[in-house]
């Protein structure tokens, strides 16, 4: 099966993946787009200071910052999120399916140990090398 996807640097490529790391990578797009839809739904809401202060009994700490720096970091920190969600699309299937468990499903190592049939310690090897990965790519 045949999956297309844009890496990280905005090139466009084709990948060669199986039904089930398909599956995993096609749930990993489901829900990078209903967050996506989520954090911008909620982004327009709560733009205003005076819900966050109301709803939250929160204030901005730097009270320098105008409205446009403020909506500029927050445009920052979702482009942020986009690039995790693409650096996530570009791993290998068994590594979506970590990150799928441990972070989105939020099992615990023995969980996914039992789940992968391997050893506790496996997994968290996994996980290390995995956040290790995706730091480089930030």
Avoid: C
């Amino acid at each position: 099966m045949k999956h297309q996807y844009t890496g990280t640097n905005g090139k466009t490529f084709t990948v060669e993946v199986t039904a089930e790391q398909a599956e995993v990578m096609i749930d990993i797009d489901r829900k990078f787009d209903s967050n996506e839809r989520k954090f911008r739904a909620r982004a327009t809401k709560e733009a205003s200071l005076d819900y966050l202060n109301d709803e939250y009994e929160w204030e901005p700490q730097d009270n320098d910052l105008t409205a446009e720096e403020r909506l500029i970091d927050e445009e920052t920190a979702a482009e942020e999120i986009v690039r995790l969600y693409k650096a996530i699309a570009g791993l290998s299937g068994k590594r979506q399916l970590l990150v799928r468990l441990y972070y989105f499903e939020q099992k615990t190592q023995e969980e996914i140990a039992a789940i992968l049939g391997v050893t506790q310690q496996a997994v968290a090897g996994q996980i290390e090398t995995l956040e290790k990965k995706l730091k480089e790519l930030f």
